[in-house]
């Protein structure tokens, strides 16, 4: 199966830019959807296809996708921004063929 | 307002059965793939299965922790996503949500989530 690999967490000061990987075998071949996850609520997304941003997403919020690394870039970080973050992957060879990262989460210090 | 909610969720005991439904509003709901996704508590996020729509024989997909105690149906005409769980495990307790897949392949709409939970 394809294993998407995220850092457990990442800490950054408000105002600054935060930066989420997610590792993948020429996972720059495969489309990477990212989702925000808040305590107690459902994901929500973020970024599709890479670096593409849904309706009502900031801007503060970009993507990009390359060899074996997605990023997820956040810039200009709020308190609210505070969350765990999915990156996901569709990949027809692998089972499960919807496949998440383990999520990463990112603190506001 | 686009909307999934789901229901059904509970306390089982393993071995036991579960019907989870998911009800959609707002958009058309025959025009889309519909799946599953779980997360165990404190833990990350699982996709268990997929529907495909009408235009494509309703034809379905299971992770293969779930295949063969799992099914996923759909009534087009309820707007309805159902979710049959047989022979529950302690390993299936978790939130269920129900999630609506956008043409890149992304979950666009997600449901609020129902908590099972399998103890004896």
């Known amino acids: 199966s394809y294993v998407l690999t995220q850092p457990p967490s990442v800490s950054v000061a408000p105002g600054q830019t935060a930066r989420i990987t997610c590792g993948g075998n020429?996972?720059?071949?495969?489309?990477v959807h990212w989702y925000q996850q808040k305590p107690g609520q459902a994901p929500v997304l973020v970024v599709y296809?890479?670096?593409d941003r849904p309706s009502g997403i900031p801007e503060r919020f970009s993507g990009s996708n390359s060899g074996n690394t997605a990023t997820l870039t956040i810039s200009r970080v709020e308190a609210g921004d505070e969350a765990d973050y999915y990156c996901?992957?569709?990949?027809?060879?692998?089972?499960?063929?919807?496949?998440f990262g383990g999520g990463t989460k990112l603190t506001v210090l | 307002e686009v909307q999934l909610v789901e229901s059904g969720g509970g306390l089982v005991q393993p071995g036991g059965s579960l019907r989870l439904s998911c009800a959609a509003s707002?958009?058309?709901?025959?025009?889309?793939?519909m799946d599953w996704v779980r997360q165990a508590p404190g833990k990350g996020l699982e996709w268990v299965g997929r529907?495909?729509?009408?235009?494509?024989?309703?034809?379905?997909e299971y992770a293969a922790s779930v295949k063969g105690r799992f099914t996923i149906s759909r009534d087009d005409s309820k707007n309805s996503l159902y979710l049959q769980m047989n022979s529950l495990k302690t390993e299936d307790t978790a939130v269920y949500y129900c999630?609506?897949?956008?043409?890149?392949?992304?979950?666009?709409?997600w449901g609020q989530g129902t908590m099972v939970t399998v103890s004896s």
């Open positions: 707002g958009f058309t709901f025959s025009d889309h793939y």
């Open positions: 999630a609506r897949k956008n043409a890149n392949d992304a979950f666009d709409i």
């Open positions: 296809d890479d670096s």
């Open positions: 996901q992957v569709w990949d027809s060879s692998s089972d499960p063929y919807v496949v």
């Open positions: 529907t495909r729509n009408k235009a494509n024989s309703y034809t379905t």
């Open positions: 020429n996972i720059g071949s495969k489309s």
